[in-house]
T-cell receptor, first 112, second 114 residues
Framework: SQQGEEDPQALSIQEGENATMNCSYK?????LQWYRQNSGRGLVHLIL?????REKHSGRLRVTLDTSKKSSSLLITASRAADTASYFC????????????FGTGTRLTVIP | GAGVSQTPSNKVTEKGKYVELRCDPI?????LYWYRQSLGQGPEFLIY????????DSGLPNDRFFAVRPEGSVSTLKIQRTERGDSAVYLC????????????FGEGSRLTVL
């Protein structure tokens, strides 16, 4: 079963705009990760945030984590057409092991 | 360097047949994971290995599904008596350790059961 849910399910923006995706999860966690998947391809890791962190940056990506609300957000700034993909959050469900449980994904379309 | 390799990339089979899907992880990665992804959904955890042993197989849907990793490297996911509902993309991933880190995914094996 899915651990989390992303919101919105689909997002369409113009190139240069910012894109924000949200993730809610159900159990306690040790860390939360975000992955990207181009259509028909495997998943690619973007960023990992630990449960004792509140915010993390990597290039144009900014991730926040609120463990009290069991939620996370992924912000992509200055979006590009190449950012078009599905984005998934994943958690370890508090096990500390690496068998991750993924959300349902947000399909992002960036219009050139 | 080589990434996670999965074969075949596409498999079409008939209901009731037996199927094997292979995963070759990144060299040196001790942990290996199998996921199943249906259209429009996120990956669903099936099983993961630490070395040769299955550390958690709680995601396998029923006893028609089985996976092995006899030498702690290559893994095979085996599906017996396939059903149309087994149609999905089967993703394999590996990681350096089994503790809280990045997973490296293969491109997946698309299984279609007619």
């Amino acid at each position: 079963s899915q651990q989390g849910e992303e919101d919105p399910q689909a997002l369409s923006i113009q190139e240069g705009e910012n894109a924000t995706m949200n993730c809610s999860y159900k159990t306690s966690i040790n860390n939360l990760q975000w992955y990207r998947q181009n259509s028909g391809r495997g998943l690619v890791h973007l960023i990992l945030i630990r449960s004792n962190e509140r915010e993390k940056h990597s290039g144009r990506l900014r991730v926040t984590l609120d463990t009290s609300k069991k939620s996370s957000s992924l912000l992509i700034t200055a979006s590009r057409a190449a950012d078009t993909a599905s984005y998934f959050c994943a958690t370890d469900a508090g096990t500390g092991a690496n068998n991750l449980f993924f959300g349902t994904g947000t399909r992002l379309t960036v219009i050139p | 360097g080589a990434g996670v390799s999965q074969t075949p990339s596409n498999k079409v089979t008939e209901k009731g047949k037996y199927v094997e899907l292979r995963c070759d992880p990144i060299s040196g990665h001790t942990a290996l994971y199998w996921y199943r992804q249906s259209l429009g959904q996120g990956p669903e955890f099936l099983i993961y290995f630490q070395g040769t042993g299955a550390a958690d197989d709680s995601g396998l849907p029923n006893d028609r599904f089985f996976a092995v990793r006899p030498e702690g490297s290559v893994s095979t996911l085996k599906i017996q008596r396939t059903e149309r509902g087994d149609s999905a993309v089967y993703l394999c991933a590996s990681s350096l350790t089994q503790v809280s880190g990045e997973l490296f995914f293969g491109e997946g094996s698309r299984l279609t059961v007619l």
